[in-house]
């Protein structure tokens, strides 16, 4: 078999909340029901994303997302509807309302409520064709 990531867990002042935003954002179904101590947003058929509830601080992460085109441009209409701000590279301090291209794809980025980075590209740039 060959290995897949199966989950991660994404600390989360507000695990309910956040897993909602992401998986509306995403288009992608989510459970208000927690799967033990975590709120489940299920990314795709191989990935979860278990959103945890933590009350002392924690390290914030970046979490990159792969969409074709037109993923693209509906999670980027779902993205300004809701009045997020994004940008086009990935320094925070930088917001600009802007896509961003690399290696022939499109590429935007924005910030969770909480602070973890969140991108979504349409070309990857670790993985070749």
């Known amino acids: ?9 994404v600390p989360s002042a507000d695990k309910l909340a956040a897993a909602q935003l992401l998986a509306e954002l995403l288009d992608v179904p989510w459970s208000d029901k927690t799967i033990g101590p975590f709120a489940p947003v299920f990314v795709s058929d191989s990935l ?3 959103f945890d509830q933590c ?12 969409v074709d085109p037109q993923q693209f441009d509906a999670i ?6 809701r009045g997020i701000a994004y ?7 930088a ?22 980075a969140w991108e979504m590209l349409t070309v990857s740039y670790a993985r070749q064709p």
Request: charged share 25%; aromatic share 12%; with cysteine.
């Open 48 to 50: 979860t994303l278990d």
């Open 87 to 93: 940008r086009s590279g990935p320094r925070t301090d």
């Open 55 to 66: 009350q002392e601080p924690f390290a914030l992460m970046h979490y990159c997302f792969r």
């Open 76 to 81: 980027l209409a779902r993205i300004k509807a």
């Open 95 to 116: 917001v600009d309302y802007q896509e961003g291209s690399y290696n022939g794809g499109r590429i935007v980025y924005w910030d969770q409520p909480d602070g973890h």
């Open 1 to 9: 078999m060959q290995i897949q990531l199966d989950h991660l867990i």
